[in-house]
């Protein structure tokens, strides 16, 4: 679950300290912040505020606040990216799941009433008693313990610190770049930064093609290619930076028109169906993404709510585990409760249908598996085809090369000491 940033000790919150997230400030504990009074016009209200830019970290470009302390606050935003501040997701996806803050109708609308109530908010925030919105669901909503567990599977255990990466070459995308000749050009993928995560959430394996290409040849090269592929992916690349700002940053804070949060939504709802295997046989679930220490007695606990558990396997160094249902319905219903929004430890896993055991004989050893053919000790080969001596064998060689009797020994095909 994304948190608010710290504010540092004798600092205060919207004065002297912004109000952002993690992913915003970046992973240094160390950074240079400049301070700007009254310097900017804020997007939402039109009133001036205390701004702030930060450089977040060696690759990232330089971000600054865009909407004043008590406009995020009241809303529950970072006052950079706009996302929630307790579950790092757009304000529309929260507001569709648990109704915080979604009556629109309930907000100023003329230019008088805009200036009062952000002036009165501004009061309250400079009391202490502005509350941070986005806590509650609104009156009158009924909201189910569900909602706010598909609220928090969505959400980033961690910080995404490719949200910091520097803006996209819009001439580069355009092929005239010049600065990239020169290795002047601050801006990706110019400047030798070859991710994209523009592309990741809707078209992975282009923007994999796109990064293979340019670590292989270069910008330069990728830039003047004439390939149809790579002039799709740039125009893929501009049609993602089009529209204007400005609106798109007050369609952000609403959470109306918002394209990233029908991202989230259509992903949310394609991940709550999870379509049962044909096998009948087959009555494990598999959970992935687990987090580190995650016992059995967690997962019996969890699953145990939907049906007889049968067995539970975790194989914690891939930190995923089996949970077998005695009967399909009851796995059945599992995967129908819990997929798209199971969470272990305040974190999200993943949860798919298991596959169908292979048949095994006895002793473990699969029916269909060729057998091996023991070979005597004294061979020149080992059971398995390795040779019969080793210098490690020899205590006397030390790890070395094998003195001159372990040699005779190995010519007679017995290892010192047998």
Not at 115 to 132: A, V, Y
Not at 180 to 186: G, K
Request: glycine residues 8%.
């Amino acid at each position: 679950m994304a948190s608010q940033a710290a504010v540092p000790e004798g600092m205060k919150l919207g004065e002297d300290f912004p109000f952002v997230c993690e992913t915003c400030l970046g992973p240094n504990p160390y950074l240079r912040m400049m301070k700007m009074p009254m310097s900017r016009e804020c997007k939402i209200s039109g009133r001036p505020y205390t701004a702030f830019r930060w450089k977040p970290g060696s690759e990232a470009r330089y971000k600054e606040t865009i909407i004043a302390p008590e406009v995020a606050i009241s809303k529950g935003v970072c006052q950079v990216c706009l996302m929630d501040m307790r579950y790092n997701v757009p304000v529309a996806v929260r507001d569709n799941l648990i109704g915080a803050g979604s009556d629109l109708s309930a907000k100023p609308q003329s230019d008088v009433n805009k200036e009062f109530h952000w002036d009165q908010e501004r009061k309250s925030f400079l009391d202490g008693q502005l509350e941070m919105g986005g806590m509650h669901a609104a009156p009158g909503k009924i909201t189910s313990a569900q909602d706010f567990e598909r609220l928090q599977g969505l959400s980033r255990p961690n910080p995404h610190y490719d949200r910091n990466l520097p803006k996209l070459c819009s001439f580069f995308l355009k092929s005239k770049c010049t600065r990239v000749l020169n290795r002047d050009c601050p801006f990706r993928p110019c400047n030798g930064i070859n991710r994209f995560p523009e592309l990741m959430s809707n078209n992975k394996p282009m923007a994999l093609e796109f990064t293979k290409r340019l670590n292989a040849d270069g910008a330069v090269s990728v830039m003047k290619s004439l390939d149809p592929i790579v002039d799709e992916i740039k125009e893929m690349l501009l049609e993602s930076q089009r529209g204007n700002r400005t609106e798109n940053i007050r369609n952000r804070y609403h959470g109306v028109k918002d394209t990233l949060s029908e991202k989230y939504m259509g992903k949310l709802e394609a991940s709550a169906v999870l379509e049962p295997p044909e096998d009948r046989t087959i009555t494990t679930l598999w959970v992935g993404m687990l987090p580190e220490g995650t016992s059995k007695e967690e997962l019996h606990e969890l699953f145990y709510a939907h049906g007889e558990v049968a067995e539970v396997v975790v194989l914690s160094q891939k930190q995923c585990a089996f949970i077998e249902y005695r009967t399909r319905e009851a796995a059945q219903v599992a995967a129908e409760a819990m997929a798209g929004s199971l969470t272990v430890r305040g974190q999200r896993v993943r949860l798919q249908w298991g596959k169908a055991r292979q048949e095994r004989g006895p002793g473990g050893a699969r029916i269909d598996a060729p057998p091996v053919e023991a070979q005597p000790w004294s061979s020149e080969a080992g059971p398995f085809g390795e040779p019969a001596f080793y210098p490690s064998m020899d205590p006397n060689a030390m790890g070395a090369r094998p003195d001159a009797a372990a040699l005779q020994l190995k010519g007679q095909g017995q290892p010192k000491g047998r």
